[in-house]
């Protein structure tokens, strides 16, 4: 088999075998392929896009390409979620103690975040000596006593997909949805879960800004977890502002775990809600999303949520006691609130924006050697659709720096108010299954 062979029929809009994607993973991972080739293919697939059968086959090259998770010794169906990235996504952390409260074992896999704000391993760091590193027999038996355990990636999962994406991101083919769905997915079906629900995000703060292209994503997705013999469901979740009222990282853990002890922030508790029933359906626990749905707000409000997401903290060797009185948790010197210019209604927060300000404040890493700052963060005061006075906090920085200008400015840019009054959102577009 030869590699050139493969790139012209891909030109030619032809649809590639077994055989040949096979030949294509395993030899770009070992070496034996070079970049330009690799490169030419995955221009070529731009291009041309791929059968739901070729994305499914690369995926599964992909996740072979390296080690997978065996999760066999955890008792149940395992159901994980991913998200693919918004501001101020803390459902992860609402959603697995609220599934782990109806029996459902929850293994998660998490990273490091680069850019805004932390990854949900950062912000779990925000407990005071909780652990994310542990040995697979501690994971599997957390998983099996408390039906929820968060650590960090070890192994080398799917190194093809590391190498490619590498490779795209440097030749403008980071863009195409088969390379995307295979790329996110070969993660996903390497950490060994038997069901996955994807919360794919939609518009200025997500990485899909479209609707259209995010369904296109999430369908993308779909196909490969249903064609790898994974129930996969997507929820597609509105990210044209971001989710609840905290961005950053100890104030996010903060707004989950009030969350969890029944406050209602209406778009965060909802999409938690509607993740988890889709989670719960997909481990068989109940017959239908509306008996999935009420016995969780039901675990939310007769506290054993809270109570899930406490021997979490406990289990990892947090400090619960940050957990029982959140005011414990890391804060910032200084608050320091960015004030509307005048008067009007909040037409659009961007809040990719939003993000950049907060990741100024000391919240992400804008190189991976950064260290986090746990402790700053934003507090949204107002929301797409809300009125607002000259001189009234649009938001709260929480900042270690007395003046944050450069965030003040960010913010300032990020939101736009109007004479007239719009609706809030949409945050629910669609379930794709
Ligand atoms: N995230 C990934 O993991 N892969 C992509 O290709 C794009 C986003």
């Given at each position: 088999?030869?590699?050139?062979?493969?790139?012209?029929?891909?030109?030619d809009?032809k649809?590639?075998?077994?055989?040949e994607?096979?030949?294509?993973?395993?030899?770009?991972?070992?070496?034996?392929?070079?970049?330009?080739?690799?490169?030419?293919?995955?221009?070529?697939?731009?291009?041309?896009?791929?059968?739901?059968?070729?994305?499914?086959?690369?995926?599964?090259?992909?996740?072979?390409?390296?080690?997978?998770i065996?999760?066999?010794?955890?008792?149940?169906?395992?159901?994980?979620?991913?998200?693919?990235?918004?501001?101020?996504?803390?459902?992860?952390?609402?959603?697995?103690?609220?599934?782990?409260s109806?029996?459902?074992?929850?293994?998660?896999?998490s990273?490091?975040?680069?850019?805004?704000?932390?990854?949900?391993?950062?912000?779990?760091?925000?407990?005071?000596?909780?652990?994310?590193?542990?040995?697979?027999?501690?994971?599997?038996?957390?998983?099996?006593?408390?039906?929820?355990?968060?650590?960090?990636?070890?192994?080398?999962?799917?190194?093809?997909?590391?190498?490619?994406?590498?490779?795209?991101?440097?030749?403008?083919?980071?863009?195409?949805?088969?390379?995307?769905?295979?790329?996110?997915?070969?993660?996903?079906?390497?950490?060994?879960?038997?069901?996955?629900?994807?919360?794919?995000?939609?518009?200025s703060g997500?990485?899909?800004?479209?609707?259209?292209?995010?369904?296109?994503l999430?369908?993308?997705?779909?196909?490969?977890g249903?064609?790898?013999?994974?129930?996969?469901?997507?929820?597609?979740?509105d990210?044209?502002?971001?989710?609840g009222?905290?961005?950053?990282?100890?104030?996010?853990?903060?707004?989950?775990?009030?969350?969890?002890?029944?406050?209602?922030?209406?778009?965060?508790?909802?999409?938690?809600?509607?993740?988890?029933?889709?989670?719960?359906?997909?481990?068989?626990?109940?017959?239908?999303?509306?008996?999935?749905?009420?016995?969780?707000?039901?675990?939310?409000?007769?506290?054993?949520?809270?109570?899930?997401?406490?021997?979490?903290?406990q289990?990892?060797?947090?400090?619960?006691?940050?957990?029982?009185?959140?005011?414990?948790?890391?804060?910032?010197?200084?608050?320091i609130?960015?004030?509307?210019?005048?008067?009007?209604?909040?037409?659009?927060?961007?809040?990719?924006?939003?993000?950049?300000?907060?990741?100024?404040?000391?919240?992400?890493?804008?190189?991976?050697?950064?260290?986090?700052?746990?402790?700053?963060?934003?507090?949204?005061?107002?929301?797409?659709?809300?009125?607002?006075?000259?001189?009234?906090?649009?938001v709260?920085?929480?900042?270690?720096?007395?003046?944050?200008?450069?965030?003040?400015?960010?913010?300032?840019?990020?939101?736009t108010?109007?004479?007239?009054?719009?609706?809030?959102?949409?945050?629910?577009?669609?379930?794709?299954?």
């Amino acid at each position: 088999m030869r590699m050139y062979d493969i790139i012209v029929k891909k030109r030619d809009g032809k649809e590639l075998t077994k055989a040949e994607i096979e030949f294509f993973v395993e030899g770009y991972t070992k070496g034996d392929i070079p970049d330009y080739q690799a490169s030419a293919l995955t221009m070529a697939i731009y291009f041309q896009g791929m059968t739901p059968e070729e994305t499914a086959i690369l995926t599964q090259a992909m996740v072979d390409s390296g080690e997978t998770i065996d999760l066999s010794g955890i008792h149940g169906h395992i159901v994980d979620k991913h998200s693919t990235g918004g501001v101020g996504d803390k459902v992860t952390f609402i959603v697995g103690p609220l599934v782990a409260s109806v029996g459902i074992p929850v293994a998660k896999m998490s990273g490091r975040g680069l850019g805004h704000t932390g990854g949900t391993l950062d912000k779990l760091e925000a407990i005071r000596d909780l652990r994310i590193e542990m040995s697979k027999k501690e994971f599997i038996e957390n998983v099996n006593t408390h039906k929820l355990a968060v650590a960090g990636q070890t192994g080398n999962l799917a190194p093809a997909d590391k190498k490619l994406y590498a490779l795209r991101d440097v030749t403008g083919t980071v863009d195409s949805l088969p390379l995307i769905a295979g790329s996110i997915m070969s993660k996903k079906l390497a950490s060994g879960a038997d069901s996955i629900v994807l919360d794919v995000k939609t518009g200025s703060g997500a990485f899909m800004k479209t609707l259209e292209d995010s369904e296109n994503l999430a369908r993308e997705m779909v196909n490969i977890g249903q064609n790898l013999g994974r129930n996969t469901v997507a929820v597609i979740s509105d990210m044209n502002q971001p989710l609840g009222f905290e961005v950053g990282n100890a104030n996010e853990i903060k707004e989950a775990a009030e969350i969890l002890q029944g406050k209602n922030v209406e778009d965060l508790r909802t999409l938690s809600l509607e993740i988890a029933s889709h989670m719960a359906l997909l481990a068989e626990v109940f017959d239908s999303y509306e008996e999935a749905y009420e016995a969780l707000e039901a675990n939310i409000e007769n506290g054993k949520a809270f109570e899930y997401f406490r021997n979490f903290v406990q289990a990892q060797g947090g400090d619960v006691s940050v957990i029982d009185d959140l005011t414990k948790l890391p804060q910032a010197q200084y608050d320091i609130e960015v004030k509307a210019e005048k008067d009007g209604f909040v037409s659009a927060i961007d809040a990719e924006s939003i993000g950049i300000a907060a990741m100024y404040l000391g919240a992400g890493r804008a190189t991976k050697d950064d260290e986090i700052n746990h402790g700053v963060g934003i507090t949204l005061n107002k929301k797409i659709g809300d009125e607002v006075k000259a001189g009234e906090a649009l938001v709260v920085l929480h900042s270690d720096d007395a003046e944050a200008l450069d965030s003040v400015q960010k913010v300032l840019d990020a939101y736009t108010i109007s004479t007239e009054k719009v609706e809030k959102p949409t945050l629910i577009h669609n379930i794709i299954k």
